[in-house]
């Protein structure tokens, strides 16, 4: 990949000059609280580089899923407040994205300072099927700028041809930011020169969610642990009952495909050997230890069982890369995180090249309390990792690279 970049930028000098920086702040929140901040510390560096070298700091971002309209719900004031903490100074938040506020922040901001634009998906034409919609966007954002640049850096969303993602590109001179790079440095191990045995982990709930990730590493992985809700449309696919377990029956004749596609290939397509069979879907229901291929009509699976977990870590010992993405359980009920738990800790034990894909996952390694650094890498971009590894185009990549 041949893009300008943060160095080059920061060479030809920023000092007040302004910069657009697209950042991925999306994080989890609790009402007003932010339950993990790992994608806003994932920011940071990019944004201290430029306030340090003195330019004029102009963020963007998206929160949730609103529908293209102001909503209290999801507004980045949490995000802006954390980032204040975060840098030592304070990041004012602008309350609107292109309007009078903006506009007055922008317009009085000093060399090194840093203002956060309200959730670009308040307006609708960040998000609009419609090119001309987003380029006006594009262009609008590009004009609280004079003279600005462009640096991507919501790795999270360069999968999303979106205004501030891939139009604004167009706009002003484009370069990819510290997080971009290293993110796609970090999956560029996973598919050249991969160190074997390579081993991929997939969990979460819908098999339908990684239909073409699947498919694609079938090609490239020599094992393939399968957890997490969609490993029951697997294990009903190999003639099992599960019970009343989260299924997709309309995938059952894909996942049949995965099966014999995988023997055809020599993958070793590993299935959970028993799981924790719940009454119902609660943190404290009542729940047995029962082998996968017995689940009861009456319960659900929503953690692997212990058999399990000892089978994963053992098939994860010898590995030299191995990518993980998505939970093995609801790890969000304590109960039901064993499964997950033990996925991770089997990683942090592991000598591989380790990757955890963003999402649930790195959600789990801090809701769990294990440590950051014992992955080689933590993605912020769960979507874009698994469409890079599926082999798509990241259109948020293409566009820096259509600058140069």
Same mark, same amino acid.
């Given at each position: 990949m041949t893009v300008k970049n943060?160095?080059?930028?920061?060479?030809? +000098?920023?000092?007040?000059?302004? *910069?657009?920086? %697209?950042?991925?702040?999306?994080?989890?929140?609790?009402?007003?609280?932010? =339950?993990?901040?790992?994608?806003? %510390?994932?920011?940071?560096?990019?944004? &201290?580089?430029?306030?340090?070298?003195? /330019?004029?700091?102009?963020?963007? /971002?998206?929160?949730?899923?609103?529908?293209g309209e102001p909503d209290a719900k999801y507004t980045l004031a949490p995000v802006a407040q954390r980032l204040s903490e975060l840098l030592g100074a304070e990041v004012a938040?602008? +309350?609107?994205? *292109?309007?009078?506020?903006?506009?007055?922040? =922008?317009?009085?901001?000093?060399?090194?300072?840093?203002?956060?634009?309200?959730?670009v998906r308040f307006d609708a034409r960040e998000t609009s099927k419609d090119a001309v919609d987003r380029s006006e966007l594009a262009a609008e954002l590009g004009a609280l700028v004079p003279g600005g640049a462009?640096?991507?850096?919501?790795?999270?969303?360069?999968?999303? $041809?979106?205004?501030?993602?891939?139009?604004?590109?167009?706009?002003?001179?484009?370069? /990819?930011? +510290?997080? @971009?790079?290293?993110?796609?440095?970090?999956?560029?191990?996973?598919?050249?020169?991969?160190?074997?045995?390579?081993?991929?982990?997939?969990?979460? #709930?819908?098999?339908?969610?990684?239909? +073409?990730?699947?498919?694609?590493?079938? =090609? $490239?992985?020599?094992?393939?642990?399968?957890?997490?809700?969609? #490993?029951?449309?697997?294990?009903?696919?190999q003639g099992h009952e599960v019970g009343q377990s989260l299924l997709q029956a309309d995938q059952l004749d894909q996942v049949k495909g995965f099966l014999a596609e995988a023997e055809k290939r020599g993958v070793e397509l590993v299935l959970p050997v028993d799981v924790l069979a719940a009454t119902e879907f609660s943190a404290d229901a009542e729940h047995e230890v029962v082998a996968a291929t017995a689940i009861p009509a009456d319960r659900q699976g929503?953690?692997?069982?212990? #058999?399990? %977990?000892?089978? !994963?870590?053992? $098939?994860?010992?010898?590995?030299?890369?191995?990518?993980?993405?998505?939970?093995?359980? @609801? !790890? &969000?009920?304590e109960a039901f995180s064993g499964g997950t738990r033990a996925v991770a800790e089997a990683l942090v034990k592991s000598d591989a090249f380790t990757v955890v894909g963003g999402g649930d996952s790195a959600a789990a390694v801090r809701q769990l309390g294990l440590p950051e650094d014992g992955f080689s890498h933590i993605s912020t971009g769960g979507g874009a990792s698994l469409e890079y590894l599926e082999g798509k185009e990241l259109p948020g990549v293409v566009a820096l690279e259509e600058k140069n």
């Amino acid at each position: 990949m041949t893009v300008k970049n943060l160095d080059d930028l920061l060479g030809e +000098g920023v000092q007040g000059r302004y *910069v657009l920086v %697209r950042s991925d702040l999306n994080v989890p929140l609790d009402g007003s609280r932010i =339950t993990d901040d790992g994608r806003v %510390r994932a920011a940071l560096p990019t944004i &201290e580089k430029l306030a340090d070298a003195g /330019a004029k700091v102009v963020v963007t /971002a998206h929160l949730g899923r609103p529908k293209g309209e102001p909503d209290a719900k999801y507004t980045l004031a949490p995000v802006a407040q954390r980032l204040s903490e975060l840098l030592g100074a304070e990041v004012a938040l602008a +309350g609107d994205l *292109v309007g009078e506020s903006a506009k007055a922040l =922008t317009g009085g901001l000093a060399d090194g300072g840093v203002v956060l634009l309200e959730n670009v998906r308040f307006d609708a034409r960040e998000t609009s099927k419609d090119a001309v919609d987003r380029s006006e966007l594009a262009a609008e954002l590009g004009a609280l700028v004079p003279g600005g640049a462009f640096v991507s850096d919501g790795f999270g969303v360069v999968h999303r $041809k979106q205004a501030s993602v891939y139009e604004v590109a167009s706009v002003l001179p484009a370069y /990819a930011g +510290g997080l @971009v790079l290293a993110e796609l440095d970090v999956l560029k191990k996973l598919t050249d020169d991969v160190q074997r045995p390579y081993v991929v982990v997939l969990g979460g #709930a819908k098999v339908s969610d990684k239909l +073409g990730v699947i498919a694609n590493l079938l =090609t $490239k992985v020599d094992r393939l642990l399968i957890g997490g809700g969609m #490993a029951y449309t697997f294990l009903k696919a190999q003639g099992h009952e599960v019970g009343q377990s989260l299924l997709q029956a309309d995938q059952l004749d894909q996942v049949k495909g995965f099966l014999a596609e995988a023997e055809k290939r020599g993958v070793e397509l590993v299935l959970p050997v028993d799981v924790l069979a719940a009454t119902e879907f609660s943190a404290d229901a009542e729940h047995e230890v029962v082998a996968a291929t017995a689940i009861p009509a009456d319960r659900q699976g929503l953690d692997i069982g212990p #058999a399990s %977990r000892e089978l !994963f870590a053992g $098939k994860l010992a010898d590995a030299k890369t191995v990518f993980w993405n998505g939970p093995m359980g @609801v !790890f &969000e009920f304590e109960a039901f995180s064993g499964g997950t738990r033990a996925v991770a800790e089997a990683l942090v034990k592991s000598d591989a090249f380790t990757v955890v894909g963003g999402g649930d996952s790195a959600a789990a390694v801090r809701q769990l309390g294990l440590p950051e650094d014992g992955f080689s890498h933590i993605s912020t971009g769960g979507g874009a990792s698994l469409e890079y590894l599926e082999g798509k185009e990241l259109p948020g990549v293409v566009a820096l690279e259509e600058k140069n």
